[in-house]
């Protein structure tokens, strides 16, 4: 089993050592190992994609060969976990501002974005947060954080604050506006694995 890291930008060291948390408090193994250049994601069991500034990691991902390689990881129903910029670059569409700076959006989910939603004046703020799949409230890091507009049928919503959708999930790709990787809560990464190991 192996579980790769888009390590462009972002909190790349922070998901590796949630992983490797997450794995052994179910007493599993794996290879956890961080992805910065093409031929690497084909050899990959689960794919996880951090936050970082959604317009240089789009740009990156497409030059350094990487993006079509997630696409082909999505077609084959590996497991793939997008956190903040990681959400907005898995949208089929976004708002007026991602138009604006020709974002480059992967589209492996039918989800419309919002690239900065809740305001400079909220830059970084936690919350309790119900999530569906979970069994109690989940303490949420939003830092600058992106909100889902719109989700199509297929997409399952799984947490809201005041009507902005902050956690979907469309068949194998699980899509967050905050950051897992910086609470010591490993329930999403438990749920994320879940999906490898299950």
Do not use: W
């Not at 390689?69 to 990681?86: Q, R, S, V």
């Not at 949208?91 to 020709?102: F, I, M, P």
């Not at 399952?156 to 790709?173: F, G």
Request: hydrophobic share 45%.
């Amino acid at each position: 089993m192996r579980i790769g890291v888009i390590a462009i930008q972002g909190d790349v060291s922070e998901h590796v050592e949630s992983v490797e948390k997450a794995l052994a408090e179910r007493g599993e193994t794996a290879e956890v190992v961080t992805i910065k250049h093409k031929g690497i994601v084909p050899t990959c069991d689960g794919l996880v994609f951090p936050g970082g500034e959604s317009t240089t990691l789009g740009r990156l991902i497409l030059r350094e060969g990487i993006a079509e390689e997630i696409k082909e990881a999505k077609e084959k129903g590996i497991p793939i976990l997008g956190t903040c910029a990681g959400l907005i670059l898995l949208a089929t569409r976004g708002d007026s501002q991602v138009e604006k700076t020709h974002q480059y959006l992967l589209g492996l989910m039918d989800i419309k974005v919002n690239r900065n939603s809740f305001g400079r004046q909220f830059q970084s703020f936690e919350v309790d947060l119900d999530v569906s799949v979970l069994d109690s409230p989940y303490n949420a890091v939003f830092i600058r954080a992106p909100a889902i507009l719109e989700a199509g049928v297929d997409v399952n919503v799984l947490a809201s604050i005041d009507e902005k959708i902050v956690a979907a999930e469309q068949d194998n790709v699980l899509a967050l506006a905050f950051h897992p990787e910086l609470t010591e809560d490993m329930r999403i990464h438990q749920y994320f694995l879940d999906k490898l190991f299950n």
